[in-house]
């Protein structure tokens, strides 16, 4: 294997293993989890299913969605375009569709990687009223489960293999709609949270999952990855092999 072909498989990896360890983290600190995966932590929470699994499930939503879209932004575009420009499109279309799809396996590995970490990982917090070391330890450990999920958002997507599917839809949503990602991201942060909060009082007449901690993600992931690609972005793709 060529050098820059293993450092971006190994950055690649790497970076999934820090994400799935920086949410798993985040959850643990029983002060909000990041928003991606709110929906999923609440169902599995208030149900009392398999964290993974639920995830597994959502992610698995995620990329039948993307697939639509991607659909339905391709025969926008065909309409358009037509004349020469079709096949091209429809070259473009189905790669765009199988890296949607290899998004499907990669969600399984992605999920065992939050079941193992769930596992070896115990809860920060007590049923009762945290006392103040508690309560600093979990505040501690929320800012590094934060700044591990933005570095590991980070290496992974930018090794430009298989999108997670958490950003995928984003992505994909974003397309279709001619919207910034940033602006899409915020609004699907804000849809997940909200649909949070409607099930946490519907089913357990109490919020699950929501809380300061994820504020903090929604605003402290972007900036870790701002701040990580700043100095580490060109070194990476160099070493990867995808910038000179």
């Not at 934060?146 to 298989?162: D, E, H």
Request: glycine share 10%.
């Amino acid at each position: 294997m060529k050098k820059p072909i293993f450092y971006r498989v190994l950055f690649y990896a790497i970076g999934l293993l820090v994400l799935a360890l920086g949410l798993t983290l985040n959850t643990k600190t029983g002060l909000g989890v990041s928003p991606i995966i709110s929906v999923a932590y609440s169902v599995a929470t208030i149900f009392d299913h398999n964290f993974g699994n639920m995830t597994l499930a959502l992610y698995s939503l995620f990329v039948v969605i993307e697939l639509i879209l991607h659909i339905i932004r391709d025969r926008r575009y065909t309409k358009k375009s037509g004349g020469a420009l079709a096949h091209a499109g429809k070259k473009d279309l189905k790669l765009i569709l199988l890296m949607d799809i290899l998004q499907l396996p990669l969600t399984l590995v992605f999920t065992r990687f939050l079941n193992v970490f769930s596992d070896l990982i115990p809860n920060l917090y007590s049923d009762g009223a945290a006392s103040a070391g508690e309560l600093t330890v979990r505040i501690i450990v929320l800012i590094i489960a934060i700044i591990l999920t933005g570095i590991g958002a980070a290496m992974s997507l930018n090794m430009r293999i298989v999108p997670n599917p958490g950003d995928g839809i984003v992505q994909a949503i974003a397309d279709t709609i001619h919207k910034s990602v940033g602006f899409t991201k915020n609004c699907f942060d804000l849809t997940n949270i909200t649909i949070t909060i409607i099930l946490s009082f519907v089913f357990a007449g109490h919020l699950v999952g929501v809380g300061i901690g994820t504020v903090l993600a929604m605003i402290g992931v972007g900036r870790t990855i701002a701040v990580f690609n700043h100095f580490t972005y060109r070194k990476t793709k160099v070493l990867a092999g995808l910038e000179d």
